[in-house]
């Protein structure tokens, strides 16, 4: 089914109100969380909206717990989260962060004790929006064996880096450390498709395009194998490190869900050092010339971020798909 | 055949001064090659010193380039690398990105026009020594297809992560964004192995585990798929854009060699905002958990970067390893 932007964001916000939430951050995860969907991120949209509720009620979110500054030096700033709403925190996270940088060219902001950012490319299209660069990563639950181990001990550590565009057509990359997402193994599975490249090891550690048995082996292949591997590791070393706060080993122990991760956030105000028209040709050279490659098959080559501006006008114009089960459950909770 | 450091050292300085490079500068290249190969960075240390040499000789590096600022804001910096040793200008760089870092915590130099910095983990371990946390990466030449495409239009661009622990023995992930490098095809094809993962598409556009298919097709494989290829692509828009330099198609369309290629150092001062007592135990119980993990094969589970200190000391006692033609090559240089 689909529904209308405006819809989704009512209920939402509805629904988190009447779970606990203030008004004020009620209305931003809700938008949030509707955008992400509207702009094509359904597995962290309004499809996840049931798992932040019972967040909320679980008490791993509390609604409330803003940011908190702990050290500050020049343009890097540390934060406690205080278990808030991981979107409202990191949206407040980017955004300090964006303002350090208008005074140091660059700035770091690090957040520990916050939750769940949902869509990682949100926090990059905001700094985009304002003309600055950004990096930014968390980490996660433990959910992926290192490599050469069998048990899960890495996240898989969603990275992010986006670069403005004019128009909007930001180039963004919003990429976890692991190659499938168990979300994405279920609804193959469901489905009853293979992974269209290896997705992990089954039990017997034969590596497979199974998601099935990868479910059931829990054993999720990193992306570029060794290396996705190697990349989650520094990742939540950087997080937990910078931020003094909890390391994916740390937030698998305190069982229960994925709360209190790290995170950290880095703006670029890269047009105190470089001129805008060319950095504009610079980005509009490499859009024409990936367009310009031989395609392997009938799909256009696109650049990162590309089809997102698709999807959101299609999904303003015709509603957001969202899985009718999941639409329902939204709305008796 | 295995070669002394020193010996190594002073054959690579030696030679490249007959090429016309300055006391200094000879001094600081061949120190980091013959360190690259000591710690284990083989592709990228002695065996790669002809190709330094032939490149001074073809004139795409110009001995006695230095780096030359452009502008500055803050703690953010842009540099000119006048075409001099790769090496010489990263080093430069990453040096100038942790005096900055000191001022505001966080700190980006961003360089154009400069060379090939033979291994990305030498400028994060430069970083670490002095207790800094580092993010850099570079462009290259072309050479991978992007997601979709079937012609070489992007570029390996190698990432680079480094957070410093006590005892040097640092977090590191150094990683190219292709699968694997051409340089380990065609080791493969040589000894006549098949590479344990993808390797990459052949001429009928089938993934293939053969060496030889792909070194044919020219269609190598970005790690972990669509994401190494999104990723290539924004840390080139990151670098020609921060730097206002050459992006990976204007380094293809120049013709000839690898050069003038642009790159970006990110320093962290994180000891201004962290406490350095409880980063260690941080970075000690990610350690130590990794090493808990329940091994798949005989390898034991290493933390990124940890390999490194022990192949140091083994080749500090026996000698480097170093390929005998290679050897005889660099004495008739």
């Not at 020049?74 to 962060?97: C, P, T």
């Not at 829990?218 to 990742?235: D, E, F, N």
Request: aromatic letters at 8%; charged letters at 25%.
């Amino acid at each position: 089914m689909r529904i209308g932007f405006d819809e989704a964001e009512a209920v939402m916000r509805e629904k988190l109100i009447r779970h606990g939430a203030g008004k004020e951050e009620a209305e931003t995860v809700a938008y949030e969380m509707a955008r992400n969907s509207l702009e094509g991120t359904y597995t962290h949209g309004i499809n996840r909206f049931p798992s932040v509720v019972k967040n909320i009620d679980d008490g791993f979110i509390i609604p409330g717990g803003k940011m908190e500054l702990l050290s500050a030096f020049g343009s890097s700033e540390r934060y406690d989260g205080n278990l808030g709403f991981g979107i409202v925190n990191a949206r407040a996270a980017i955004d300090r962060a964006v303002e350090l940088a208008e005074s140091c060219g660059i700035a770091v902001v690090a957040l520990r004790n916050t939750n769940h950012w949902l869509r990682a490319a949100t926090y990059g299209l905001r700094a985009a929006e304002r003309g600055f660069a950004a990096i930014c990563f968390t980490n996660t639950l433990p959910n992926m064996p290192a490599w050469g181990g069998v048990d899960a001990r890495i996240g898989n550590n969603p990275f992010m880096m986006a670069f403005p565009r004019e128009n909007g057509q930001h180039f963004i990359v919003d990429s976890a450390m692991s190659q499938y997402s168990y979300g994405a193994l279920e609804i193959a599975e469901q489905e009853g498709r293979k992974m269209p490249f290896p997705a992990g090891y089954d039990e017997n550690g034969v590596l497979t395009d199974d998601p099935s048995a990868v479910i059931r082996s829990r054993r999720t292949l990193p992306a570029g194998y060794w290396k996705g591997s190697a990349m989650s590791i520094l990742l939540d070393v950087f997080a937990s490190s910078l931020s003094m706060g909890r390391s994916v080993q740390e937030i698998g122990h305190s069982g229960g869900g994925e709360y209190g991760v790290s995170q950290v956030f880095i703006a670029i105000d890269w047009k105190r050092t470089a001129d805008e028209k060319t950095v504009t040709a610079i980005g509009d050279a490499i859009t024409a010339d990936l367009k310009s490659s031989v395609p392997a098959g009938s799909a256009p080559i696109v650049y990162p971020g590309e089809r997102l501006m698709g999807i959101k006008e299609r999904n303003l114009r015709d509603g957001i798909p969202v899985d009718e089960r999941v639409w329902k459950n939204i709305l008796s909770l």
